[in-house]
């Protein structure tokens, strides 16, 4: 008898990254079907990223960057070839609105990640409430991100908490030789977004004239698993984009975060992360303060990462075995607890 066949939706690589350590564990539970999509605006990158972690993209679909595009093609490709359930990361709505209008179950990987903005312009937030109203089951990787569903009355029986698997998916890189040990110069590593890029820029050729030992190397163009690579040899990671310093977590290197810090909440609270006012001034002063000290450097990522425990990958891959009638599921992640001072 075949297995139930599930789709695992990767738009982007941030995306494929996360999702190509559940496919490796449904393989190993021997209870599921994986296949593997690739689409977004680059589907020969999203594969590309898949085919890191040893297994190549099943689908590749279009290019597309158009939502209504994505749909459709998602709908065609459906409707001859139905999956029995259908796994989407972050704020896929596409794929989210495809599988509900074709009745098929939704696990929401790494759902009620919220920034608390609702800005005109932050389209991701808003893709990631949307698709909190059609997901079936939704698999929240810190306990925050699990009581901000239960806060917008998402029924708690359909929230697990199981972890991001940006960890399992550094752990794997690192077990097929892809992670380096260390670098003789230290490495800033820098993704921000167009709010803080001139400040950003100031900053790091000041940094670079004053110490010109320091390499800084932009995070953007490096694909998986050379941006992995590189998070790892890292001595701090200065952006504001949540799924990079997720990522530089995993690896054990510490953030800055220009700005507000919105959605990295778990973040700053498990001091892995730390806000910096995003002035050219402000940000030199901190960066200078973590090289002039690498215990004070250290120090931020002592707890490890507070977005998993490298184990959620087999989590989210027994849910859905258990969501389709096979097997339990699992227990959730333990919440760490709080460090309370006398």
């Known amino acids: 008898m075949s297995l139930p066949e599930v789709h695992l939706v990767g738009g982007t690589c941030a995306e494929a990254l996360r999702l190509a350590p559940v496919a490796a564990a449904m393989r190993a539970q021997g209870r599921l079907t994986p296949v593997l999509l690739a689409g977004g605006a680059d589907p020969a990158a999203v594969a590309r990223t898949f085919a890191a972690f040893g297994r190549p993209a099943?689908?590749?679909l279009p290019a597309t960057d158009s939502r209504a595009a994505a749909v459709r093609r998602l709908d065609q490709l459906w409707a001859v070839r139905t999956p029995s359930a259908v796994l989407v990361r972050g704020d896929n709505l596409?794929?989210?609105l495809a599988a509900y209008w074709r009745r098929i179950p939704i696990m929401h990987l790494d759902a009620g990640r919220r920034s608390g903005s609702l800005r005109s312009d932050?389209?991701?937030e808003a893709d990631r409430r949307l698709l909190t109203q059609v997901a079936t089951v939704h698999l929240a990787a810190t306990p925050q991100a699990a009581m901000n569903l239960l806060d917008e009355r998402v029924v708690a029986g359909d929230v697990l908490l199981t972890g991001g698997t940006a960890v399992d998916a550094t752990a794997a890189l690192a077990a097929r030789g892809t992670t380096p040990v260390s670098r003789t110069n230290p490495l800033v590593l820098v993704g921000v977004g167009?709010?803080?890029d001139d400040a950003v820029g100031t900053a790091m050729r000041r940094l670079t004239a004053e110490r010109p030992?320091?390499?800084?190397?932009a995070a953007a163009p490096l694909p998986y698993p050379d941006r992995t690579r590189v998070l790892s040899a890292a001595y701090l990671v200065l952006t504001d984009d949540p799924d990079l310093a997720e990522e530089a977590l995993a690896a054990g290197t510490p953030v800055l975060v220009p700005g507000d810090g919105g959605g990295h909440a778990e973040a700053l609270h498990a001091g892995g992360a730390r806000t910096v006012e995003p002035v050219a001034e402000a940000i030199l002063a901190a960066i200078r303060s973590l090289l002039e000290?690498?215990?004070r450097r250290d120090v931020m990522v002592t707890a490890g990462s507070p977005y998993g425990d490298g184990l959620a990958a087999g989590r989210i891959a027994q849910a859905t075995a258990a969501l389709l009638g096979?097997?339990?599921?699992?227990e959730p992640m333990p919440a760490r607890p709080l460090i309370t001072t006398p």
Request: glycine content about 8%; charged content about 25%; overall charge negative.
């Open 326 to 330: 096979h097997g339990q599921f699992p």
């Open 293 to 295: 000290s690498r215990l």
């Open 213 to 217: 030992e320091v390499d800084v190397a």
């Open 194 to 196: 167009a709010a803080a």
């Open 58 to 60: 099943d689908v590749a």
């Open 122 to 124: 932050d389209r991701a």
């Open 94 to 96: 596409a794929a989210g």
